[in-house]
């Protein structure tokens, strides 16, 4: 069975630096790796997906990288600002369509 | 550019009392699904669709029934409400099931069971 750890649980940083979230999963025949970001009492909204075959993907400040191998894949956000202020939750499937396994989250709260 | 639709946003129900929590996309997505998130749990899979007239159970698919018509719509039915389905629940779809595509969701329905 397919285990999604997401460590630090709560993460704490000023404004302006820069950080990185760890996404670690324990089968690494998937298909793909999403992060999303929850913000209070929201749905998730999609951040980055990286396709297997990937080994990294941008958007902005945010880049995802997958290492397949090792299991693990990391969120950089650089130069953070308040707004990013919110959970961030990483989704792996794997060997099918109800197979869909998501992190517990990184709260992440940026001071200004 | 609605995305994935749900409703109600906010429910409060009596233990035993029925209801359905709506979703609708319009992104013309094969595959749909509904989660609920409960604290300290993460997100875990009620009931997914791979396409109009199929459906299969996820992880916690007791006390709810789900069925899909329609392409757009995947409608969640709660039978018999009890405490323990309080929770925030969420629809989400995707072109491909979630296998290689991209899954988007709603913005949840949060119902309480009194």
């Known amino acids: 069975k397919q285990e999604v750890t997401q460590i630090p649980a709560a993460l704490s940083v000023p404004e302006g630096e820069n950080l990185v979230l760890n996404c670690s999963f324990t089968?690494?025949?998937?298909?793909?790796l999403q992060w999303f970001r929850q913000d209070p009492g929201k749905g998730l909204t999609s951040l980055l997906l990286?396709?297997?075959?990937?080994r990294e993907q941008t958007s902005g400040r945010l880049n995802a990288s997958l290492d397949k191998s090792s299991g693990r894949s990391t969120l950089y956000i650089a130069a953070s600002q308040p707004g990013d202020s919110a959970t961030y939750l990483c989704?792996?499937?794997?060997?099918?369509?109800?197979?869909?396994?998501f992190g517990t989250g990184t709260k992440l709260q940026v001071i200004p | 550019n609605a995305g994935v639709t749900q409703t109600p946003k906010f429910q409060v129900l009596k233990t035993g009392q029925s209801m359905t929590l709506q979703c609708a996309q319009d992104m013309n997505h094969e595959y749909m699904s509904w989660y609920r998130q409960d604290p300290g749990m993460g997100l875990r899979l009620i009931h997914y669709s791979v396409g109009a007239g199929i459906t299969d159970q996820g992880e916690v698919p007791n006390g709810y029934n789900v069925s899909r018509s329609t392409t757009e719509d995947f409608p969640l039915r709660l039978l018999s409400a009890a405490p323990s389905q309080t929770s925030v629940y969420f629809c989400?779809?995707?072109?491909?099931?979630?296998?290689?595509?991209?899954?988007?969701f709603g913005e949840g329905s949060r119902l309480t069971v009194l």
């Open positions: 989400a779809s995707g072109q491909r099931g979630g296998v290689s595509g991209e899954l988007f």
């Open positions: 990286i396709q297997s075959s990937q």
């Open positions: 989704a792996v499937p794997n060997g099918g369509y109800q197979k869909v396994t």
């Open positions: 089968d690494s025949a998937i298909y793909n």
